[in-house]
């Protein structure tokens, strides 16, 4: 079974520019969650998704981020325009739905690498 | 507000030797849960352990093992007889364990710990 694949691995832009990261999770997985880590900082939250909906966007770090999950399949984020500080590792994950109290762990990809100049 | 905080930014260890990694956490909720994940080199997150705030049981996976103390709001994390292959960054996590997204709801990491296990 393929694991959560994000694309691309690495993107390079100027500032100004936009780019659109895009993840897969796992065929079956409801639950979609972005995080990020800039150099040196702790991977932090960025929003979850289940199916198509935004559960929790509190981590999205200004306008200029626009995630979508249309169809609950894949999800991409989109930063318009890029400035420097956004510059990091873009980490998508996904879980199944949790039943009656149970669920797995949540199964990240290998992440994104944004560099902004 | 919650909080992971691995104050080992970098452990370099020789084939063979015993490694613990340490994890504080801050948390106000009664219910929580701690992660430790690997990130080798290839740059994916791989999930080692999930323990929830009600089961203060350590356990053991092989060579690792992980010693959970709510008292000191500690989850630790050894690994005994390492191996170069051990050689990664490993996270400590925890989350909220609300809603739909269960225990993987909204986690927060510490800033990692870089191992190198030289042979």
């Known amino acids: 079974e393929a694991g959560v694949t994000q694309f691309p691995s690495h993107s390079v832009i100027e500032k100004g520019q936009t780019v659109t990261l895009r993840c897969d999770p796992i065929?079956?997985?409801?639950?979609l969650y972005w995080y990020r880590r800039v150099m040196g900082k702790e991977i932090k939250f960025l929003l979850h998704?289940?199916?198509?909906?935004?559960?929790?966007e509190s981590g999205m770090p200004n306008n200029r981020f626009l995630a979508e999950r249309t169809g609950g399949t894949y999800s991409t984020l989109k930063v318009q325009p890029a400035e420097l500080e956004d510059s990091g590792v873009y980490f998508c994950?996904?879980?199944?739905?949790?039943?009656?109290?149970?669920?797995?762990?949540?199964?990240f990809g290998q992440g994104t690498r944004l560099t902004v100049v | 507000a919650q909080k992971v905080t691995q104050a080992q930014t970098e452990i370099s260890v020789v084939e063979k030797e015993d490694v613990t990694l340490d994890c504080v956490y801050e948390?106000?909720?009664?219910?929580?849960?701690l992660f430790w994940y690997k990130q080798p080199p290839s740059g994916e997150l791989v999930f080692l352990i999930r323990r929830n705030s009600f089961d203060e049981q350590n356990e053991i996976s092989g060579r690792y093992s992980w010693n959970f103390q709510k008292s000191t709001s500690s989850f630790n994390f050894t690994i005994t007889a390492s191996q170069v292959v051990d050689s990664a960054v490993y996270f400590c996590a925890l989350s909220e364990a609300r809603g739909s997204g269960g225990s993987n709801y909204k986690l927060t990491f510490g800033k990692g710990t870089l191992l190198t296990v030289n042979p």
């Open positions: 998704f289940v199916k198509e909906s935004k559960q929790d």
């Open positions: 065929s079956g997985h409801d639950n």
């Open positions: 948390t106000r909720d009664t219910t929580y849960y």
């Open positions: 994950a996904s879980s199944p739905l949790r039943h009656g109290g149970a669920d797995t762990e949540a199964f």
